[in-house]
């Protein structure tokens, strides 16, 4: 099957849930592809996949990523290898899929689609010490130079449709709302989305190109040779901004010094549109809505009642309908530099 096809096939044809995913099944799948495990696995912290450490009696540990079935197909998959790879060949550190088996990255076994890294140490980022948001910006700044030579054919975008809207469309469908927050909720939701429609027409034209996508400092691992990037899974298209604001905290003073900081850094490899800041708040409401309805798409999934106990309890939705009237208030603000 070519990857055009691929592209259109459902994700359900990868059948199996996480609950069939055995200890077995993980070495199992592993030897299948010529890593010889010696039986310890180490479930790291991971909700949306599942992800471990796997040691070997004749090398180094190794990481194998277990994509939730059902989310990604396999040319959305590849496309992600392929981007994290064409940053390995302009030297960037991120950490690549290992190519193995068939001289493939990605995998499938028993209905599961995997992908094998090298294990990678380091620490979070301190932002507070001078000079590590300018090194950042960086290297943001180089990711999205090769990020802009080509689009995405097959990942999504991050966009009002797919965060926004589709967000309010299954939390209304799907009753997590409880009964008397239920109309305060969608109320203003729909200002908050009207809101973010409002930061878009502000910024214009913006271009957009394949970005980290999820860029916080989790995702940053700093070593004494400075940071590396991991975790490409929510690599989407969309604009530069985004991988930017997550890095930025505090009052509005701080944040400006902190936006300085990165944009010297980030204006090295690639041009910075101040229009984009427009996007910041529309961007961080886009974030918090998806949020909410990514727990309860996943609340079938036993390890998330488990992890995030106070999701879907009346207090929560009180909490989200603060947060969103905030985020109203928020985006009419003129944006973090004048423009």
Request: some cysteine; hydrophobic content about 45%; proline content about 6%.
């Amino acid at each position: 099957m070519n990857q055009d096809n691929e592209s259109t096939v459902a994700a359900a044809n990868i059948s199996s849930s996480f609950s069939d995913l055995s200890p077995e099944i993980v070495l199992d799948a592993l030897e299948s592809v010529g890593i010889h495990g010696d039986g310890r696995l180490l479930a790291l912290n991971s909700y949306e996949n599942r992800v471990y450490q796997v040691w070997r009696d004749d090398a180094a540990p190794l990481v194998a990523k277990f994509y939730r079935p059902a989310r990604w197909t396999p040319a959305q998959i590849r496309e992600e290898h392929d981007f994290v790879q064409a940053m390995v060949e302009q030297e960037l550190p991120v950490v690549p899929a290992m190519t193995l088996a068939n001289n493939k990255t990605l995998h499938e076994y028993n209905g599961f689609q995997f992908a094998v890294f090298a294990k990678h140490g380091g620490r979070a980022p301190e932002l507070e010490q001078a000079g590590t948001l300018e090194w950042l910006g960086r290297f943001i700044g180089r990711i999205h130079a090769i990020g802009a030579i080509a689009p995405y054919f097959y990942r999504p975008a991050l966009d009002i449709a797919g965060f926004g809207e589709a967000s309010r469309d299954y939390l209304l469908a799907n009753d997590f709302i409880p009964p008397l927050l239920r109309t305060a909720y969608f109320s203003v939701l729909a200002q908050a989305l009207d809101g973010v429609r409002r930061c878009y027409d502000r910024a214009g034209a913006i271009a957009t190109i394949r970005l980290h996508g999820d860029c916080h400092c989790g995702n940053v691992l700093w070593t004494d040779a400075g940071p590396h990037f991991v975790d490409f899974d929510d690599s989407r298209t969309g604009p530069a901004i985004q991988d930017l604001w997550m890095l930025l905290s505090g009052d509005r003073a701080d944040q400006i010094k902190q936006l300085a900081d990165l944009v010297a850094g980030y204006e090295d490899f690639q041009e910075f549109q101040p229009r984009e800041l427009y996007l910041v708040e529309g961007l961080r409401t886009l974030r918090l809505v998806h949020y909410a309805a990514w727990l309860a798409r996943r609340w079938d999934d036993p390890a998330f009642p488990l992890a995030f106990p106070w999701f879907n309890t009346e207090r929560y939705w009180q909490d989200r309908i603060l947060e969103l009237r905030e985020q109203v208030a928020l985006m009419d603000e003129p944006p973090l530099w004048q423009l």
